[in-house]
């Protein structure tokens, strides 16, 4: 990586998560100058690998306290900033109460509550928006509508809703919201990333980030009867990262780019770890067959709709346009599993 950007300072929102945490140690690599807000700069659970950052770049990295829910939070922390990376949205998908209250507001009014600091704040030049895929499609079974077969960067998850996949609802809704924002205004830009599911070793300790728990599942025995025939779009946190930090500086970078490396089932999955560890992990050996899903499904916290327009079918994005505008080459699947696993079998995980 190339050290010339010392006299830039960039904003990360929500940067002690699992992706951003990635991003902050990347961009304090490249020399930029960085301001963090996190929930609660106190909490040592959430931040000590922040706090190691710290130390080991002295006077570049800096936290403050900010909330998605509060206005003006973000002001502070952005003064002074050229890059604004907003991050901060929950990724949870399982064992939600009240999806609106969760997800949605936070998304949503998150993303208002940052994008107008940056109307307010002059100094700001471009954000760059993690958005996700599930923005782009709601259910597998949507890439029958395509033309192509496959999704990209022109198509819009259109299927989704409060009562049926609201975290892709969520992150539709934010990055419309994002859109709207940008276009009425002319002195910031904005360059959106789509990752799919993000998966890879993670430096944060305490997030609650589905990719985290996804992973953990297929290694902690709960699969061990056996995975359901899903397939994921993943791509590896560390080229999200620095796809992130290339949308930032490539100058003619805009609009949306999918981050996927391919599409691989859980069983896939499983294989690549179990090649390695043998079954002392428990990594499911079989795929439950769909109706036993569909029967079973309510009882594991997925709806029978999300079994009959997921579970069996495929999913492939176009990933050119990420790889040609912001240069992104992607790590190869495996690469990123095992590499995932043996962080969570040494950090004591399973
Ligand atoms: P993560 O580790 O859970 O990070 C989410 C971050 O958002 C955390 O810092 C969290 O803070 C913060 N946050 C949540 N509610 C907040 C609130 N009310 N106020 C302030 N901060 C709040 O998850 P992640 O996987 O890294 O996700 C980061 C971003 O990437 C999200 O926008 C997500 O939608 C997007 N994304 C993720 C994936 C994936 O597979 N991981 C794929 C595509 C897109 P706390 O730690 O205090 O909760």
Not at 24 to 41: G, I, M, N, P, S
Not at 176 to 202: C, F, Y
Not at 325 to 349: C, K, N, Y
């Amino acid at each position: 990586m190339t050290a010339k950007h010392h006299n830039i300072t960039a904003l990360v929102t929500g940067a002690n998560g699992y992706i951003a945490s990635w991003l902050v140690k990347y961009l304090l690599e490249q020399e930029f100058t960085v301001h963090a807000t996190v929930r609660d700069k106190t909490n040592q659970n959430k931040v000590s690998h922040l706090q190691t950052l710290i130390n080991e770049y002295p006077g570049k990295l800096t936290l403050f306290n900010a909330d998605l829910f509060n206005n003006g939070d973000f002001d502070e922390a952005m003064e002074g900033c050229e890059l604004v990376f907003h991050t901060a949205s929950p990724f949870i998908i399982r064992g939600l109460n009240d999806p609106q209250t969760e997800l949605i507001d936070p998304a949503l009014k998150g993303t208002r509550n940052v994008l107008e600091s940056a109307n307010r704040i002059h100094s700001v030049k471009r954000i760059i928006l993690t958005s996700s895929v599930v923005a782009i499609y709601g259910d597998y079974v949507d890439m029958q509508s395509t033309e192509q077969g496959v999704f990209t960067e022109a198509h819009w998850n259109t299927t989704s809703s409060v009562g049926h996949q609201p975290y892709s609802y969520s992150k539709t809704l934010a990055e419309q919201e994002a859109i709207k924002i940008h276009e009425a205004q002319s002195r910031w830009d904005m360059v959106t990333v789509n990752p799919g599911l993000v998966l890879g070793p993670s430096l944060a300790k305490a997030s609650d980030s589905t990719s985290l728990s996804t992973m953990l599942e297929l290694m902690d025995g709960t699969l061990r009867t056996g995975a359901p025939d899903l397939r994921f779009p993943l791509v590896d946190v560390r080229d999200v990262a620095i796809a992130h930090i290339n949308a930032a500086t490539t100058e003619k970078a805009l609009g949306r780019h999918i981050l996927v490396a391919g599409s691989q089932s859980m069983l896939e999955m499983a294989n690549i770890i179990r090649k390695k560890y043998g079954s002392k992990y428990g990594v499911p050996r079989w795929q439950v067959p769909k109706p036993i899903v569909w029967l079973v499904g309510p009882f594991m916290g997925i709806t029978r709709d999300f079994v009959a327009n997921n579970v069996s079918h495929a999913i492939e994005f176009d990933n050119q346009r990420a790889k040609k505008e912001l240069s992104v080459q992607f790590r190869p699947i495996a690469e990123t599993v095992l590499d995932h696993a043996d962080q969570i079998i040494s950090d004591g995980l399973v």
